[in-house]
């Protein structure tokens, strides 16, 4: 059995949508169908989910007359597609329930906004289970948090709960034909609806697939394949046709974000594949993200990506190495301050922090480095902003001599400075930090490097 997630730009409209129902109705194995909310399409420049969102922030800055406008739009798209669909009488419900939301208490914003947001999925889920359903099959929308889809409390941000997976496999497995399941969010455990981060319907995919320990998990978006390197940065990047969990979450770190990267975990701990493909171009085979590669044809370097504003604090006191506690005493500060980092690569009397720009103000950077100074007895400190990392991800690279070397060199002859180096333990990426202004040509240089000439299996 399969689980099978579509992307926004897959149901941005009604052609779009009648493709993601031949999809699902032409292998009997799609069972569970998780949809996003309608994206951007040829004629719809904004994301439903923002739409909402700016919705959202209309009611509780401007009042409900500003929002009601605002809703206007939404409503009237989701009534333009069901019309196109032949399913009018699906616009009612969805009419009614969307405008409800502009009724509800918005004491707390971040609940009415999650509440606001969950909307687009969810009614995406019944317009196409109303389509599925008008063709003649039996088709059932679900409410996610009446099938056991239990969040934690964190508004936006939330997670999901050991038991929902149980739950979840237990009403799931109590329906019959296609399940269409919103994407995107779910309930608290009293009951309000909280939302995963962005892109979160790849999460919500990833749950039901291990819940209900499908053979693989598909999620159709609308590329062919996760690509090597950052298309806009080559004429011919080359696709990756296998790839581990554990090169595609550093790849999702750094910058791609084909697939939401909290959504590997899920199907990471239990072992199912993930297959990314296009609902564009359904015959492709796309891109599988297994538990293993065969390494022994494979290239050393799976893929090369980067992202930008992090910043790096650099902190140097002489002797450091044999001061007991020095490394805890600087986390904590950074602890303290609610910060949390993203890389910390040490010398013998130095250690370096990289966290990332939108955590740092000034002032907070500020404070943390006069507590460095005060508190740790710091001799120097030195604050970057404005850098960007490069990562070279492959599993293959453990077994191969000289792939650092070969990265230095290719950054060196491309002109470019690196300001840090680090390999993580698992040795399956190094991280070059470099300036903003050298992040492309720094990619371009590894990827022709290391890909240039090769074809990935
Ligand atoms: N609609 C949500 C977003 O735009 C979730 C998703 O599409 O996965 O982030």
């Known amino acids: 059995m399969k689980v099978c997630k579509f992307g926004g730009s897959s149901l941005a409209d009604a052609g779009q949508i009648k493709k993601v129902c031949n999809i699902i109705l032409s292998d009997p194995e799609r069972r569970i169908v998780v949809v996003s909310a309608p994206g951007k399409g040829v004629n719809d420049p904004q994301k439903v989910t923002d739409m909402l969102i700016t919705t959202a922030s209309a009611a509780l800055s401007m009042g409900r007359e500003e929002a009601q406008f605002c809703m206007r739009k939404i409503t009237s798209r989701y009534a333009n597609i069901a019309h196109e669909l032949g399913v009018d009488s699906v616009t009612e419900r ?18 009415f906004v999650d509440m606001m947001k969950a909307a ?10 109303a389509y599925l359903t008008s063709l003649g099959h039996k088709a059932t929308y679900v409410n996610p948090g009446r099938c056991g889809m239990i969040l934690s409390d964190e508004y936006g941000n939330a997670k999901v709960l050991d038991k929902s997976f149980k739950l979840l496999a237990e009403s799931l497995a109590e329906i019959d034909g296609i399940i269409v399941f919103p994407g995107f969010f779910g309930r608290t455990e009293s ?17 039901l ?4 320990g499908a053979d693989v998990y598909e999620n159709f978006t609308d590329v062919d394949y996760v690509y090597s390197v950052n298309p806009k940065l080559t004429d011919d990047p080359h696709p990756i046709k296998v790839v581990t969990y554990r090169e595609m979450r550093e790849l999702s770190y750094a910058g791609f974000n084909v697939y939401q990267e909290e959504a590997l975990l899920p199907v990471f701990k239990v072992g199912i594949p993930v297959n990314i493909r296009n609902a564009n171009n359904p015959s492709c085979p796309g891109t599988m993200i297994v538990a293993d590669r065969k390494d022994s044809a494979a290239p050393r370097v799976a893929g090369i990506a980067s992202d930008s504003d992090f910043t790096s604090i650099y902190v140097n006191k002489y002797l450091m190495n044999r001061e007991i506690g020095f490394g805890r005493r600087l986390l904590s500060i950074l602890e303290d301050e609610g910060i949390s980092y993203e890389h910390t690569p040490t010398g013998i009397d130095d250690m370096t922090v990289i966290i990332r720009d939108t955590l740092l103000d000034d002032t907070v950077l500020e404070r943390i480095v006069a507590r460095l100074k005060n508190e740790l007895g710091a001799d120097d400190v030195q604050v970057e902003r404005g850098l960007s990392l490069i990562v070279v991800v492959g599993e293959g690279m453990k077994h191969g001599v000289g792939v650092a070397a070969a990265a230095t060199s290719a950054l060196s002859k491309a002109g470019v400075n690196i300001s ?5 333990s698992s040795e399956v990426s190094m991280i070059f930090a ?4 050298h ?3 720094g990619v371009k240089a590894l990827y022709d490097a290391f890909l240039g000439k090769q074809l990935l299996e």
């Open 439 to 441: 992040e492309n040509a």
């Open 120 to 129: 687009g999925e969810d009614n995406s889920a019944k317009l196409v289970a």
């Open 434 to 437: 470099v300036k903003r202004e």
């Open 191 to 207: 009951g309000e609806i909280a939302t995963f981060p962005r892109g979160g319907s790849d999460i919500t995919g990833a749950i």
């Open 209 to 212: 697939a291990a819940a209900v």
């Open 94 to 111: 969805i009419t009614a329930d969307l405008n409800a939301l502009l009724e509800c208490d918005t004491s707390n914003p971040h609940k």
């Open 420 to 424: 840090m180096i680090s390999q993580g």
